[in-house]
């Protein structure tokens, strides 16, 4: 039987290249001379932005957004937190990684394809949410129903098989 799984997650190399590249052009570029200005990621794929002031913050973070984007890494998988101060002026900002999907998003994605009424059996398995069916051709609508449907986390296909 046909199927196939719907996963959320970012490439986690692309993602330590972007930091990374962040970071040096943060310690190369001349308004940021002399500031505590720098991303971290955590082994939990978590990121943390250090800056000055909220104005420099927002500076890093579009650095980081554009250094993202270049890499492909879908920024609809990022989620800012409240930003903290930290001693002094100086803010801190976590944003977290979106990875696996969870049950409510599992819930919708299952609803989404049975009110379309096509003819296949979605499972939700742990953070991944799999699609069965006879066809082949009704696995391909689904993705497609999915793509036009869910806009607000990115979606990821794998593991089609027949």
Not at 50 to 79: C, H, P
């Amino acid at each position: 039987m046909p199927s196939f799984d719907v996963v959320t997650e970012v490439d986690k190399v692309e993602l330590r290249n972007a930091i990374d590249q962040s970071n040096k052009e943060i310690s190369n570029r001349f308004d940021f001379k002399g500031s505590d200005a720098r991303i971290e990621l955590s082994e939990n794929q978590e990121i943390t932005v250090f800056a000055d002031d909220d104005f420099k913050m927002s500076q890093v973070y579009d650095l980081m957004m554009g250094k993202m984007t270049k890499r492909e890494i879908d920024i609809r998988s990022l989620t800012k937190q409240k930003l903290e101060k930290i001693s002094g002026d100086k803010v801190k900002q976590i944003v977290t990684v979106l990875s696996g999907i969870d049950k409510e998003l599992g819930k919708k994605i299952i609803k989404a394809v049975k009110d379309n009424k096509l003819k296949v059996q979605g499972s939700i398995q742990g953070e991944v949410v799999r699609f069965s069916g006879t066809k082949r051709d009704t696995l391909q609508e689904v993705i497609l129903l999915l793509k036009n449907e869910i806009k607000d986390v990115p979606l990821q296909y794998k593991n089609f098989r027949d």
